[in-house]
Antibody
């Protein structure tokens, strides 16, 4: 079964850093654009970042540019999100997701989600 | 990029149909470079979203044909026919907005009466 399993997250103080990981299995990870999507408590979904299959191109929503870094290790079938200078507005469940339509936003496989809470 | 507009709620009795709208702009839901990249997701409480429709009308393997998508101008729609209790969930639309930007809808809670 194709799946994504996330790890990381938790409670962090404002201004702190966290790293999320996402491990893929049962599909050819290195051929897909991969994404991070987040959902604040009780709110809707928000696309955060994506990365090209070979890691050469990366894109971010404006609100995280300069603070978050998406990366991947195709040898380990792994996707990462390094989050720095975290603020309360970053509190959310973070999902990794595969794009089945190259990079046109059809997210067909999702991780289980990891909660990130930014609070003092 | 502003969120796409969806009605907060929709409802129907078992066996009926419910249609959810998703309104954007010519920069997202409307043709983006001549392509149609609207998706719909179902999300149950505490769970990850599930892709139900992509590229406006296509259904991934395993999604019942009771779910269908369409688009007219800057508004996309998801129709759930033959409503079942299991269809009760939140539904989100999303669209590619060009230049590697993606926008989601505000979400619609579907209730099966």
């Amino acid at each position: 079964e194709e799946q994504l399993v996330e790890s990381g997250g938790g409670l962090v103080q404002p201004g702190g850093s966290l790293r999320l990981s996402c491990v893929a299995s049962a599909f050819t990870f290195k051929t897909y654009w991969m994404n991070w999507v987040r959902q604040a408590p009780g709110k809707g979904l928000e696309w955060v970042a994506n990365i090209k299959p070979d890691g050469s191109d990366k894109y971010y929503v404006d609100s995280v540019k300069g603070r978050f870094t998406i990366s991947r290790d195709n040898a380990k079938n792994s996707l990462y999100l390094q989050m720095n200078s975290l603020g309360a507005e970053d509190t959310a469940v973070y999902y990794c997701a595969r794009d089945r339509s190259w990079n046109y936003g059809a997210f067909d496989i999702w991780g289980q989600g990891r909660m990130v809470i930014v609070s003092s | 990029q502003s969120a796409l507009t969806q009605p907060p709620s929709a409802s129907g009795s078992p066996g009926q149909s419910v249609t959810i709208s998703c309104t954007g702009t010519s920069s997202d839901v409307g043709d983006v470079g001549g392509y149609d990249y609207v998706s719909w997701y179902q999300q149950r409480p505490g769970k990850a979203p599930k892709l139900m429709i992509y590229e406006v009308t296509k259904r991934p393997s395993g999604v019942p044909d009771r779910f269908s998508g369409s688009k007219s101008g800057n508004t996309a729609s998801l129709t759930v026919s033959g409503l079942q209790a299991d269809d009760e969930a939140d539904y989100y639309c999303s669209s590619y907005a060009g230049s590697n930007n993606y926008v989601f809808g505000t979400g619609t809670k579907v209730t099966v009466l």
